[in-house]
């Protein structure tokens, strides 16, 4: 099966794309991988994507696509794939559509209040990375981190003021993906309530009866 996870930033498609991929063997294609790949290969479009990337802009359709693209040749993906991150906008959707046929979107659902909740209370460790939560997932002794004592901080893109803004901008270009996938008869909406092997559960269920 050929599926594309869409969710806001902070819905949990990477969470959900990673189980999936462990339970049928798809490959997990997130952008953000295969762009590091391509930049390391020092391939012709990982050397374009560089660029952008180095000068802080953001990665033209045409580069990300023939990425994508270039990805999806890879003989792992013959039995089909899970893309994550792809796509971000109506060009890139319409472009992946003339490479490969898309079997199923899952629109990964949460409401604003709490995707502005889980993103503005995660502190990650300045010193080993660790991520945690303010709120679902505490360290033992506040602002410590667990696993090696440094510092918890809150990056600059989680400042709530950021996260609302980026759901903003995250919004007009999700409902455009939701409006074309739901015209190719291919979108079902997952709630994203509950704990992350309940969402698991209701995703699979999708998933199983489409393949019906």
């Known amino acids: 099966m050929n599926l594309v996870l869409l969710g806001l930033p902070g819905a949990g498609k990477g969470t959900q794309a990673k189980k999936l991929a462990e339970e049928y063997k798809w490959p997990h294609i997130a952008t953000g991988d295969i762009f590091r790949r391509a930049i390391k290969d020092e391939t012709p479009l990982g050397k374009q994507a560089k660029k952008y990337i180095d000068s802080g802009e953001l990665v033209p359709d045409e580069v990300t696509i023939g990425i994508v693209e270039n990805r999806l040749k890879d003989d792992d993906c013959n039995q089909g794939f899970i893309l994550d991150g792809f796509p971000r906008t109506l060009a890139q959707a319409e472009a992946l559509s003339e490479i490969e046929r898309i079997d199923l979107v899952l629109y990964i659902k949460v409401a604003e209040e709490e995707l502005i909740d889980r993103l503005s209370g995660r502190r990650i460790c300045e010193d080993c990375g660790a991520s945690y939560h303010t709120k679902y997932n505490k360290p033992q002794k506040e602002g410590i981190c667990d696993k090696c004592g440094g510092k918890l901080i809150q990056r600059s893109d989680d400042k709530k003021e950021t996260v609302e803004n980026r759901i903003r901008v995250n919004k007009k270009q999700m409902q455009e993906l939701i409006d074309y996938y739901d015209q190719q ?10 704990s992350i092997e309940e969402v698991f559960k209701n995703v699979k269920d ?7």
């Open 185 to 194: 008869d291919v979108l079902t909406a997952v709630e994203s309530t509950g």
């Open 206 to 212: 999708v998933i199983e009866e489409s393949m019906v």
